[in-house]
């Protein structure tokens, strides 16, 4: 009888392993999907901030943004001054290489090189620009979004 119960225990066990080996791997498909749709929406940042939280900070170019409702006015702001002054979008085509995902419970961290290559309406286009990337998403009623952003050009 008490093999038993322990042949039941290590099954049990065994099965719920399995199981999560299969969640940590949908979860790494789920933060790759928020990832790559923040990459393909940089020209809709309406859109992208959908997949941000309110209380996202960001790191970039030295500068430190906790304010995410300010950031987001800011860079539409900008942008649409961008295209002003252009006189149309720049295509901007963003790719995510080499990507690294560590998940911790409801946390996941994912480190990646982000290259851009900005493709101006009426001129030439320049060489991709890079950055390393980090980031840091949150899981809430089973959704992951982006809470920390920290990029930094990698050095020649």
Request: overall charge negative.
């Amino acid at each position: 009888m008490k093999s038993s119960k322990i042949s039941i225990r290590l099954i049990i066990l065994s099965q719920l392993f399995i199981f999560s080996s299969f969640v940590q791997a949908d979860d790494v498909d789920d933060i790759m999907n928020v990832v790559q749709s923040w990459a393909e929406l940089e020209n809709d940042l309406e859109s992208q901030a959908k997949l941000i939280r309110e209380d996202r900070v960001q790191i970039t170019g030295s500068v430190r943004q906790s304010n995410q409702a300010k950031n987001l006015e800011v860079q539409i702001a900008s942008h649409n001054a961008r295209v002003n002054h252009e006189g149309g979008a720049a295509e901007l085509i963003v790719r995510i290489e080499s990507p690294l995902v560590k998940i911790y419970d409801n946390t996941a961290v994912i480190s990646f090189i982000r290259l851009v290559n900005a493709i101006p309406h009426d001129g030439m286009p320049s060489s991709p620009s890079s950055a390393w990337a980090t980031m840091v998403l949150v899981k809430e009623s089973n959704e992951w979004k982006i809470a920390h952003h920290h990029m930094s050009p990698i050095g020649m």
